[in-house]
């Protein structure tokens, strides 16, 4: 038999979740936080574990926006697209994201480095514009801070 | 053995992310270097709501609130306030020395707002059970287990008036009522958290700060319908929100709160965690109930509710985190303490995410009735930069716009529905005069549009439709018979939709056309957008008596449309320009101006 792609913890979670009802949701969160998103081989891999069909499982992957089907890059940058973040520019911090670094929303950087994620309100609103890379949360982000916070990623 | 002060940080989102948790060590380890950790008491708490001025860090006794404070004041914090016994006057809120003992509600942003959904958010530490238990808490389902039928506590709950916070308004009682009559062998207990409306955090901020309580009024919910099992849905976007109630439930679970045979009773009962996935919709109850049955989040007709067909088909109790955190508080107080606050309409208090173009972007609990002008003015401080007041737009994408005119409206359920807007979950937005109402409506629609299920005809194509108009117009090609087409394709979505997201996705056009019916046709007439914010309907012009000729401007432009001589007033080309606004940013002598 081929060798699992998953980990022996990510296998022990599918084994503990298999019979319970409503388990799809829980189990795609565990494997996007394995390998960054759910690849093809990874839910022809839930599919085969749990016996539910492929079609069903790419039916609920494609219906969330939490879940990505292609991989991010080494740093994921997402910029808050909440209403207070958009009056306060959100769609600016985005636009000069994509100049500096040649990228629409949902893309990667030929290196890999760099992927950009627009998204629904982070829950600072307090900080707006907000924008965060891997995590690290940046508020009340201008135009003009944009290269700086990058060239610490780079 | 008391300690001397008492150290509370905030642990809320907001603040965690202007490294709170950074202040909370370093005051941990300044307390030890000084020698007097066993002095102080550092806890990290939930969400104060003043976020604009995050983080706080907060003195017990004397009450002294700091405000934008950074890892490194944490040394003086200690050696100053904790040793010397004299205050940080530069981090205090005013900045100025003030009278001991002096009340935080002294603070204008706190003086019109009431707590108790929010009562022990900023007070307590959310993962130590044993404060939450100081504080009162747990005392309200010793009552109900030993004191009370499930009768009394649903009249107790009639008696209150509690309508649901999520922002329908339906009164909780009935729910409840429905659900313990209805015939099932087995019923569920659910917990909505699946805070979708961008620009709201009410929910998110409670669980972080206060998870007991919302335990605590699920396991009412469970003793008084018969249930043994609830479920809390909640986003996956909120990492520390969920890891606060996994502490909370372990917690209750070793104190026999949770579990089998809770403190004696031989009532069983316990909750779990289900994650949702980024979808809107699935803040609607059906929908929602299909994304824990680990589905598509697509609504399902209604009759049956889910109080006689929910989670799996069984009798189900739905309520947001707001409506859960208030049940505690009522069953010890009593249904008259909180009928005697708010409105007729509509009892208690509502907590609001206060955002925009305000001074203090905050979280803020006040009482039912209070109006929408000493929210936006008394504790919102008003309009920042001096900008003039627009509108405030609450019920997110559902809601509408509030003017002027309106601001003195007292807010409850059906004040703001008679204007044209909606309680919502408590997302309330201020604009400026910068903010294009006309690109706002399509803001909101953009995101309908974007989280519509696609199940029913008149959601998915009127929705983009509608979309369709509003980029056109924002285009500046509008259409005198746009205007009427909007109205067609509204009543068509808010007629012929199955859920409330298609239902309402047409308020935020209808009620911005209602009140600001100008400002389209400037956009469809004149083809001009009056704040400025639609890129194709403005110009960049030099105004010649401003410009020196230091040509910066020129050299930044990066379609060279900036043409002129040295020391002499430039120009731009219109034809070439593709207004990226470099030149305005550039200027430092205000000589660009929209047109």
């Known amino acids: 038999m081929a060798q699992s792609i998953f980990s022996d913890e990510l296998n022990a979670y599918l084994a503990e979740w298999k019979d319970k009802p409503g388990n799809l949701i829980m189990i795609l969160h565990r494997v996007q936080e394995e390998f960054g998103y759910v690849s093809r081989e990874a839910a022809d891999e839930v599919s085969r574990q749990l016996g539910i069909p492929l079609a069903t499982i790419w039916g609920v992957l494609t219906f969330y926006h939490f879940f990505k089907l292609n991989k991010p890059g080494k740093y994921n940058i997402q910029v808050c697209l909440g209403t207070a973040c958009y009056l306060k520019g959100g769609d600016i911090i985005i636009d000069e994201l994509g100049k500096e670094l040649g990228l629409t929303v949902g893309g990667l950087t030929e290196d890999g480095k760099f992927s950009l994620e627009a998204v629904r309100c982070v829950g600072c609103c307090g900080l707006a514009p907000v924008m965060t890379i891997s995590g690290e949360v940046f508020g009340k982000v201008t135009k003009n801070q944009i290269a700086g916070i990058l060239d610490k990623f780079a | ?595």
Request: aromatic residues 8%; hydrophobic residues 35%; charged residues 25%.
């Open chain 2, 1 to 595: 053995m008391g300690f001397k002060n008492y150290i509370l940080v905030c642990g809320g989102t907001g603040c965690e992310s202007s490294r709170s948790d950074q202040i909370y060590h370093s005051l941990i380890d300044e307390a030890q270097n000084q020698g007097v950790a066993d002095q102080v008491q550092v806890i990290k708490t939930g969400c104060f709501g003043f976020c604009e001025q995050g983080p706080i860090v907060k003195i017990l006794p004397e009450d002294s609130f700091y405000v934008q404070v950074k890892p490194e004041d944490a040394k003086e914090l200690i050696a100053e306030h904790v040793v010397k016994g004299r205050e940080v006057t530069r981090l205090l809120y005013n900045k100025a020395p003030r009278k001991a003992y002096e009340e935080v509600e002294d603070i204008k942003f706190y003086q019109k707002q009431m707590r108790i959904v929010l009562r022990n958010c900023g007070s307590i530490d959310p993962e130590n059970i044993d404060e939450y238990i100081a504080a009162g808490g747990y005392k309200a389902i010793e009552k109900v287990l030993f004191e009370m039928t499930p009768d009394d506590v649903i009249n107790e709950l009639k008696t209150a008036g509690l309508r649901g916070r999520g922002g329908a308004g339906f009164p909780t009682w009935m729910k409840w009522n429905f659900t313990k009559v209805a015939e099932g062998d087995e019923k569920y207990v659910v917990c909505n958290a699946d805070e979708g409306d961008p620009g709201a955090y009410m929910d998110r901020s409670t669980l972080e700060g206060d998870p007991h309580s919302v335990l605590e009024a699920m396991t009412i919910c469970g003793r008084t319908i018969g249930a043994h099992h609830g479920y809390i849905y909640i986003r996956a976007e909120y990492p520390l929100a969920i890891h606060r109630l996994e502490v909370a439930m372990k917690q209750a679970r070793e104190y026999g709160l949770l579990g089998k045979d809770i403190l004696g009773s031989g009532f069983d009962y316990d909750i779990e965690i289900r994650l949702g996935a980024g979808a809107f919709v699935c803040g609607e109850e059906t929908a929602l109930l299909q994304s824990i049955e680990g589905h598509r989040g697509m609504p399902q007709p209604r009759p049956p509710f889910p109080a006689n067909k929910g989670l799996w088909g069984k009798p189900t109790v739905i309520n947001n985190v707001e409506t859960w955190a208030n049940i505690p508080e009522i069953i010890v107080k009593g249904g008259s303490w909180f009928a005697s606050i708010g409105t007729e309409d509509s009892h208690g208090t509502k907590v609001f995410a206060l955002t925009g173009k305000i001074c203090n972007s905050g979280l803020v609990e006040v009482p039912m009735g209070t109006t929408l002008r000493e929210i936006v003015y008394d504790i919102g401080g008003g309009i920042a930069h001096g900008k003039k007041f627009k509108a405030v737009q609450t019920g997110g994408p559902s809601g509408g716009v509030i003017t002027e005119e309106n601001l003195d409206t007292p807010i409850d359920f059906g004040g703001l529905q008679k204007i044209g807007s909606m309680m919502g979950s408590g997302g309330m937005i201020v604009m400026d005069e910068d903010d294009c109402i006309v690109d706002v409506a399509k803001f909101y629609l953009n995101f309908t549009v974007d989280e519509s299920c696609g199940k029913c005809a008149p959601c998915r194509i009127g929705g983009k439709s509608l979309c369709n108009i509003l980029e056109k117009i924002t285009q500046g090609k509008g259409e005198e018979s746009d205007i009427t087409q909007i109205h067609q394709i509204a009543k068509a979505m808010q007629i012929g939709s199955l859920c409330a997201l298609g239902q309402t996705a047409p308020n935020p056009v209808l009620s911005s056309l209602r009140y600001f019916p100008k400002e389209y046709e400037a956009h469809i007439h004149d083809k001009k957008c009056p704040s400025g914010k639609c890129k194709k309907l403005i110009s960049y012009e030099i105004n010649p008596s401003k410009c020196i000729g230091c040509t910066a401007c020129s050299r930044k432009c990066p379609v060279g449309a900036i043409s002129g001589e040295v020391k002499k007033p430039h120009k731009i080309n219109g034809n070439v320009c593709i207004k990226c606004g470099v030149c305005k940013d550039t200027c430092k002598f205000g000589a660009i101006e929209i047109h």
